[in-house]
């Protein structure tokens, strides 16, 4: 390299300091001052990353006074250049040196920094356009929002997801059956809000108890960070803003907090949101005169709110009052009246009837005739044709009812579970119990209420440690434990959860499988860390060297996954029916492959076997799920309780009268349930065929290698270290000379991923990479809003050209304004151009794929003298890109108005026909598709082309 004092050069690796001077030249260094930035940097002269700064005629450069020189000719006189021209300000001829050019001079346009020398790497002009066509491709996605979640592919969740998701300030009430997924599908529904610009703050209203449930499954399962607000929280965020509610987008809050703090509620109440979520929504009591505190904290919210997601497994656990009156909060112009909303129901179950006929193919009777005629508005054959009867049941699920509002799967109507089967062992009573137990009655350890001798009587283990001391185990004598450790051995190649009551138990239990057979375990309780339980869940879910048993506390049932496990042991049982389906529920799940095996030990001779045979005999509750379990419970908590903290026998007749209490009662509500079953809002809630549709499609994308190609290059480019793991697992660590200090998504301590969903589900240590990850789009984003890529210079062997013929490569994105909603119609679209000498685009002839296979990557100085030479030709083959390009924008705006008009008319005419039979449709629904069809009609038309990237190429013969 040539330097000279005065001269102008740019750093290659610092683009960020501006343009350099040469102020000293010293044997073999050469120092350059960088005004802009304030900085010196001393270079070897031979191997110096940095780039001359020359400009050429037809480039328009600036002055440090902040004027422009519309370049003519360029003269260079000991090694310095000066610039004539004509100044654009005056219209006057100027000349200006080198010297004075502006020291905040940065190459931002493709071609600038390809005649300034600034070369890129051939795999990163690669990497930009791979970007920009997958971009492309995921926005106009209909999938977009549904496939990123860490959660397996159910068509009635995906179906509710797609269906609420894509609406505008959905108001809807999920009231999916215990176990069916709600949180996944509200995850689901506001991933896809926040992804398509629907929304953009989001508010979760949660009970105190499970705030940090839900924390943990938006990070975990969809990368939603949500901030967790209570006292403490909002006196910290007092310092950034004045409303605290104000320094987050996305906030989970308890509502018994804002219930207790008048404050807190009024600054939640002023801050604007755009989606309410509220879980156990069956809380919120009302009757027209006395509302609760927790409903009109709602109910206020959902005025100022647009959209509002409402969870409960059970509407009508407060009565059918209260479920009207969170339809209410969803719509409280259509859901006015109590009366009218019960003399509207009646017609239901005539409309269900009729569907179900439908459904059967079985000819329809005249007044199923007349019902669903009089539904439809229009007339209904006796025995309509196949074709037909979809027709007619598509028009019927989307006009009936509260269908649009209301969305309640149930387990009858959703297949896929697994077979649950009872092993009950029966042990012998230790004489070490029955002496404590003694004991603690002579001392008086059974006062206490009903309820509480009753839970002190079902863990006798706890009553020999309390007598006996920690140090005498009682894991010696317990036969549980016996039984325990042959199950292990005759199960030695298969996963065990084992679930107890206690920390305590656990950690002795695994203790005592140790030291005794050298099992491997792994425990899980409250008072690990979260990281600690991930890495505890991780070890047991290893297929190779992994824990074969994880022996929880009762968290172990909170919302955890272990699906991939077919054996669980109750060492012990809840005295709660609700936290014994959570218990079964970790295995009993959508997906699991094989009959989930409950083993219940008990002790024979009390009260563990009494509970037992009341939750079997009474409930059904081991091999079924029980939705009737927690008010049959509360109807006879008392007399149950008394039975077991007496410890009477089996054989009792007041046992014998509570089990027939309990099976009366059962029945009775379960057959209760089963009349109420809405059957047409069911198949409406569960999607049909066209939810199967679409697993099917996403299952396809699963199995799309793109992103894997495209990820691990991305890696590459940027500098991040991979080291396979094995078991579709990839470490990725930032490297020490990454094009950037960090890159999105990626911790500093890195983290390992995972492109394979059941890989994902079964190890929640693992990070799901999917399209919509925030570290892919992040790095999409980096590259397309950086210059990473926008150039490069090759070399192409080729014997049937003369060498030196060059071609030019040009990649145009037509773009309009930001607009949320316009990605999904017009995203940043590319146009590849390939250009001869000539000006012939010969794009459609050669494919970028197949030119970049032959292309020969050659260094940055022998690319700057190719450019040098052939500045003028490539100054008006851009030229005439541009023009070649501009019809196909044209092309492609109207496309898009073409999309957005069939997509928002469609919707338009949807919604005016089913307003006419359902009044559910909310009239801001149908001014705000119009409002937005005509925006985006005026954006499209605001698009404009820029050259995004460039590339040039040369023939070669050697």
């Known amino acids: 390299m040539a330097f000279g004092l005065g001269q102008r050069w740019i750093s290659d690796t610092e683009t960020d300091l501006g343009l350099g001077t040469v102020v000293a030249v010293d044997g073999r260094m050469v120092t350059l001052l960088f005004p802009a930035s304030g900085e010196n940097r001393i270079y070897a002269k031979e191997d110096a990353p940095v780039t001359r700064v020359q400009f050429h005629a037809g480039d328009t450069i600036t002055s440090h006074e902040e004027w422009t020189l519309k370049v003519e000719t360029v003269e260079e006189q000991q090694g310095l250049l000066t610039y004539h021209g004509i100044r654009q300000d005056t219209g006057e001829p100027e000349s200006l040196k080198e010297v004075f050019l502006s020291n905040f001079l940065k190459f931002n346009k493709p071609q600038d920094r390809l005649f300034a020398g600034q070369v890129e790497r051939l795999s990163r002009f690669s990497l930009r356009y791979q970007a920009l066509t997958h971009q492309h491709a995921r926005r106009l996605s209909p999938t977009r929002g549904l496939a990123g979640g860490r959660v397996s592919l159910i068509p009635h969740q995906l179906h509710i997801a797609r269906e609420v998701g894509q609406r505008h300030a959905p108001r809807v009430l999920l009231a999916d059956e215990v176990g069916l997924g709600k949180t996944i599908e509200a995850g689901m529904i506001i991933h896809q809000q926040l992804l398509g610009g629907r929304a953009q703050r989001v508010l979760i209203l949660v009970p105190e ?16 960070h949500f901030a967790l607000f209570d006292e403490e929280r909002c006196i910290e965020a007092a310092h950034e803003a004045d409303n605290p509610f104000d320094s987050e987008q996305l906030v989970i809050c308890s509502l018994d907090w804002l219930r207790k703090k008048r404050a ?33 904290i709602v109910e206020a919210l959902a005025e100022e709110i647009p959209g509002v997601l409402l969870l409960t497994a059970t509407p009508d ?18 859901f006015y009246d109590y009366d009218a909303f019960l003399a509207e129901e009646q017609s239901y179950g005539q409309v269900a009837d009729a569907a179900q006929a439908l459904l059967s193919g079985d000819a329809l009777t005249a007044d199923q005739q007349a019902v669903l005629s009089d539904c439809l508005g229009q007339t209904v054959p006796a025995q309509p044709d196949e074709l037909s009867r979809q027709q007619l049941l598509g028009e019927l699920l989307d006009r009936h009812g509260t269908g649009r509002i209301l969305f309640r799967n149930t387990r009858a109507s959703i297949s896929g579970f697994p077979e649950r089967v009872l092993d009950a062992v029966g042990l012998p009573l ?16 059974s006062s206490g209420d009903a309820e509480a001798q009753a839970r002190r009587a079902l863990y006798p283990e706890k009553i020999f440690a309390q007598f006996e001391g920690d140090d005498a185990s009682w894991t010696r004598f317990d036969p549980r434990v016996d039984w325990l450790l042959e199950l292990l051995k005759a199960a030695r190649h298969e996963k065990v959860l084992v679930i107890c009551s206690e920390a305590a138990t656990a950690l002795t239990l695994e203790n005592a499988l140790r030291t005794r057979e050298g099992i491997r375990g792994a425990v899980f309780h409250e008072g690990m860390s979260l990281l600690e339980r991930d890495k505890a869940a991780a070890y047991f879910a290893q297929t190779e060297g992994g824990a074969q048993v994880l022996l929880c506390s009762e968290i172990g049932s909170e919302g955890r996954n272990f699906q ?3 054996h669980l042991v109750l060492f012990d049982l809840p005295l709660n029916p609700d936290l014994l389906e959570q218990r079964i529920g970790r295995l009993d799940r959508i997906g699991q492959l094989n009959r989930v095996q409950i083993h219940v030990p008990y002790l024979q001779g009390t009260p563990q076997a009494l509970l037992l045979r009341w939750y079997h005999e009474g409930l059904g509750a081991f091999e079924q799920t029980c939705p009737t379990g927690r008010p049959v419970f509360e109807a006879v908590r008392d007399s149950l309780f008394a039975l077991l903290a007496t410890s009477q026998g089996e054989d009792d007749a007041a046992f014998a009268e509570l089990l027939a209490t309990t099976q009366a009662q059962h029945q009775a509500l379960k057959a209760k349930l089963e009349q109420g079953r809405d059957r047409l809002l069911e198949i409406h809630s569960s999607g049909g065929q066209s939810a199967h549709a679409l697993v099917a499609q996403l299952d396809e994308e699963d199995d799309d290698t793109s992103l894997v190609s495209f990820a691990l290059q991305l890696f590459d480019d940027i500098g991040i270290n991979q080291d396979d793991r094995g078991e579709d697992a990839i470490v990725l660590t930032p490297g020490d000379h990454m094009l950037v200090p960090s890159f999105p998504g990626l911790p500093a301590e890195g983290c390992t991923v995972t492109f394979e969903r059941n890989t994902a589900l079964s190890r929640e240590d693992l990070t799901f990479l999917t399209w919509d990850h925030p570290m892919i789009r992040g790095g999409i984003d980096l590259i397309l809003s950086s210059e990473i890529g926008s150039n490069a210079v090759a070399l192409l062997k080729n014997q049937s050209l003369p060498a030196g ?25 590319p146009i590849r151009l390939l250009l001869d000498k000539a000006g012939n685009d010969l794009a459609a002839k050669v494919s970028f794929e197949a030119l970049s296979r032959q292309l020969t990557p050659i260094n940055r100085h022998l690319a700057s003298k190719l450019v040098g030479a052939s500045q003028a030709l490539i100054h008006g083959l851009i030229a005439q890109g541009e023009t070649l390009a501009a019809p196909r924008v044209a092309e492609i705006t109207a496309a898009a108005q073409a999309r957005m008009s069939q997509a928002l008319d469609g919707e338009l005419q949807r919604l005016q026909a089913l307003q006419a039979v359902n009044p559910s449709v909310r009239a801001s629904e149908l001014q705000h598709l119009v409002e937005l069809k005509d925006e985006l009609t005026h954006q499209i038309q605001q698009t404009q082309l820029k050259l995004d990237a460039i590339r040039f190429v040369v023939i070669t013969h050697q």
Request: charge should be negative; hydrophobic fraction near 40%.
């Open 209 to 224: 108890t499970l705030q940090y449930q839900w924390l943990i499954e938006m990070r975990r399962r969809f990368n939603l």
């Open 264 to 296: 807190r509620f009024d600054e939640v109440h002023d801050t604007q949101w755009d989606l309410l979520v509220v879980d156990e929504a069956h809380h919120l009591e009302w009757s027209e005169s006395t509302p609760s505190r927790a409903y009109q």
């Open 317 to 334: 656990q407060l009565g059918h009052e209260s479920h009207f009156a969170r339809l209410r909060l969803l719509d409280p112009e259509r």
């Open 430 to 445: 230790p004489e070490q119990y029955k002496t404590a137990a003694r004991v603690m009655g002579m001392m008086g350890g």
């Open 564 to 566: 991939f496990a077919s």
């Open 805 to 829: 013929t060059p071609l030019l490569e040009l990649i145009f994105v037509a773009e309009s304004a930001v607009h949320p909603q316009l990605y999904r119609f017009l995203p940043p679209t």
